[in-house]
């Protein structure tokens, strides 16, 4: 990814964040407030928009949140509270699993973010669901499991094709899957993501 294609991929996404917000504005009764449903739309267009901001800021200026550890009490509450609203606009719920999750902490917020991107990427496929997403550590590292017969998106393929979507989203997912090194497989009903634990002299080291 160059500087052209950074560019032309933010004003690609901007242009359609613009088109939705004039697709609540139309479908709305201008003498009315909004019904719940056009809200909904309405606070996605706005969340989408922060989240566009940050991904263009990361990958123009390089600029990775601290990484930190958490509880996976923590952690999954943090990502289950993000995950409602992006599955009520998809309308397919999102079940996250302890498949054996808290034996380490989990790093954060980075790998929130990707978890909480790469599920909105899924959810079109899912629904109506819900979605299964697995969680578990364990010596291999930490993996999260997305039980989906969903194609593995363009961008996270290791040889990405032609017509492989250019868009921030895209451009994120991959960029930030190669700071947190995770490998990304797609078998047997489900995409697997796998980060490796840190190993100090041959130890485990998560503290």
Not at 50 to 66: C, E, F, G
Not at 109 to 136: H, N
Request: charged share 20%; hydrophobic share 50%; net charge negative.
């Amino acid at each position: 990814m160059d500087t052209e294609e950074l560019w032309r991929a933010a004003l690609h996404d901007f242009n359609n964040l613009m088109a939705g917000l004039q697709g609540v504005l139309d479908l709305s009764d201008p003498g009315l407030p909004l019904d719940s449903r056009n809200r909904l739309r309405l606070g996605s267009i706005l969340e989408d928009g922060k989240t566009l901001v940050a991904m263009a800021r990361a990958l123009a200026l390089s600029r990775i949140p601290d990484a930190g550890l958490a509880a996976w009490g923590e952690w999954e509450a943090g990502l289950r509270h993000r995950l409602v609203p992006v599955a009520d606009l998809f309308r397919c719920p999102v079940d996250l699993v302890d498949a054996g999750a808290a034996t380490y902490p989990w790093p954060a917020p980075l790998f929130q973010d990707w978890a909480l991107a790469f599920t909105r990427q899924l959810l079109p496929w899912a629904v109506p669901g819900p979605l299964r997403l697995e969680a578990e550590v364990g010596e291999n590292g930490w993996e999260l499991r997305w039980i989906t017969d969903a194609p593995l998106p363009s961008a996270l393929q290791l040889s990405p094709p032609a017509d492989a979507l250019r868009n921030l989203p895209s451009f994120w997912l991959r960029s930030m899957a190669d700071q947190l090194r995770l490998t990304v497989k797609a078998e047997g009903g489900a995409i697997r993501i796998r980060m490796p634990l840190p190993v100090v002299d041959g130890q485990i080291r998560v503290s």
